[in-house]
């Protein structure tokens, strides 16, 4: 069985491939990427490190040549990344891969109001019709988001302002995510299946002010204000308009309840209970303290 993963050098990639090394030889595992030298070290240990490139389907049949389960990781960029995800999934079925593992998100329903849910909605359409086997991860909200992202500034500030009005999310470490992706990589068993990949508890962002209060050690207030109010905040602060779209209907979408799932698949994959965000607040006291 030989297991490719793609866009490799990507934090969530990287990370599953040191996950997947642990349980499977070198000699199974493909890690393709737009980066080869950023790979060094799995190259090193034995892994196969090939080119391959999206937005290059030319480079994609020698990528996938000879691969039988594909870690397809969803890309970034609005809109474009459909196309991207077209390329890797008509790529897969030419080159003769059987399953892949497509890293979804937890908000990816009908209907769901979030801006980044109709790519993952219509990539799902593309691997259902793909004839491949499939398996959906649906990644919980990850928690480096707003550990590293949001609460600093936050922090600084000492008020952290959003649309989210205390509705709850299953905030996952991306590690967490890795380590779910790797088991499922290895073993065999999971085509067909769809796992929600979450944290162990329910929290929203008033919760996390006051987890990370207590952790740096300085107070920091909540404040929920309406969307269109959120929106004018953010244009003010010069906020691109798809990231402010993309800002504020997470915030509805959560408020709907589109964060809740809530499972334990990270405990029955990887054997090991996913970690709380306050592990993950810890390792960046320094950050969240200002320091
Ligand atoms: N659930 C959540 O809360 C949440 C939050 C943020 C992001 N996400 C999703 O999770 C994904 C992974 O997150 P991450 O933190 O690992 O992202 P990341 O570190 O930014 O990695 C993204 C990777 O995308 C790859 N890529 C970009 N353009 C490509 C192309 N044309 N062809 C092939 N690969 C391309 C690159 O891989 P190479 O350079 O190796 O080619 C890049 O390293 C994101 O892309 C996003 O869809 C989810």
Same mark, same amino acid.
């Given at each position: 069985?030989?297991?490719?993963?793609?866009?490799?050098?990507?934090?969530?990639?990287?990370?599953?491939?040191?996950?997947?090394?642990?349980?499977?030889?070198?000699?199974? +595992?493909?890690?393709?990427?737009?980066?080869?030298?950023?790979?060094?070290?799995?190259?090193?240990?034995? *892994?196969?490190?090939?080119?391959?490139?999206?937005?290059?389907?030319?480079?994609?049949?020698?990528?996938?040549?000879?691969?039988?389960?594909?870690?397809?990781?969803?890309?970034?960029?609005?809109?474009?990344? +459909?196309?991207?995800?077209?390329?890797?999934?008509?790529?897969?079925?030419?080159?003769?891969?059987?399953?892949?593992?497509?890293?979804?998100?937890?908000?990816?329903?009908?209907?769901?109001?979030?801006?980044?849910?109709?790519?993952?909605?219509?990539?799902?359409?593309?691997?259902?019709?793909?004839?491949?086997?499939?398996?959906?991860?649906?990644?919980?909200?990850?928690?480096?988001?707003?550990?590293?992202?949001?609460?600093?500034?936050?922090?600084?500030?000492?008020?952290?302002?959003?649309?989210?009005?205390? *509705?709850?999310?299953?905030?996952?470490?991306?590690?967490?995510?890795? *380590?779910?992706?790797?088991?499922?990589?290895?073993?065999?068993?999971?085509?067909?299946?769809?796992?929600?990949?979450?944290?162990?508890?329910?929290?929203?962002?008033?919760?996390?002010?006051?987890?990370?209060?207590?952790?740096?050690?300085?107070? +920091?207030?909540?404040?929920?204000?309406?969307?269109?109010?959120?929106?004018?905040?953010?244009?003010?602060?010069?906020?691109?308009?798809?990231?402010?779209?993309?800002?504020?209907?997470?915030?509805?979408?959560?408020?709907?309840?589109?964060?809740?799932?809530?499972?334990?698949?990270?405990?029955?994959?990887?054997?090991?209970?996913?970690?709380?965000?306050?592990?993950?607040?810890?390792?960046?006291?320094?950050?969240?303290?200002?320091?």
């Amino acid at each position: 069985m030989r297991i490719a993963i793609a866009s490799a050098s990507g934090q969530l990639a990287r990370a599953t491939a040191k996950y997947l090394l642990e349980k499977v030889s070198p000699d199974d +595992v493909v890690l393709v990427t737009r980066n080869v030298d950023a790979l060094a070290e799995f190259a090193d240990a034995g *892994a196969t490190v090939r080119y391959g490139d999206y937005d290059r389907p030319e480079s994609l049949p020698a990528a996938f040549e000879k691969v039988d389960r594909l870690l397809l990781v969803s890309l970034h960029e609005l809109g474009h990344r +459909v196309t991207q995800h077209r390329n890797a999934i008509d790529a897969s079925a030419a080159a003769g891969v059987r399953h892949i593992v497509y890293t979804s998100y937890i908000m990816a329903e009908p209907g769901c109001p979030s801006t980044v849910v109709p790519d993952h909605l219509r990539t799902h359409e593309l691997l259902d019709a793909s004839g491949l086997e499939v398996t959906y991860l649906r990644m919980g909200l990850f928690a480096e988001t707003p550990v590293t992202q949001i609460l600093p500034p936050a922090i600084a500030r000492g008020m952290l302002v959003d649309n989210t009005a205390h *509705a709850k999310g299953a905030f996952v470490h991306r590690d967490d995510c890795a *380590a779910a992706a790797a088991a499922v990589l290895a073993s065999s068993g999971h085509e067909g299946r769809t796992y929600d990949v979450t944290g162990p508890e329910l929290l929203g962002f008033d919760d996390l002010t006051t987890l990370a209060a207590g952790i740096s050690g300085r107070p +920091v207030g909540y404040l929920s204000v309406a969307d269109d109010e959120l929106d004018a905040q953010l244009r003010a602060a010069g906020v691109p308009d798809d990231v402010r779209g993309m800002i504020v209907s997470f915030g509805v979408s959560l408020r709907a309840g589109y964060g809740e799932p809530l499972s334990d698949a990270v405990q029955r994959l990887t054997g090991r209970p996913a970690r709380p965000i306050t592990d993950l607040m810890e390792r960046h006291r320094g950050l969240l303290a200002g320091s």
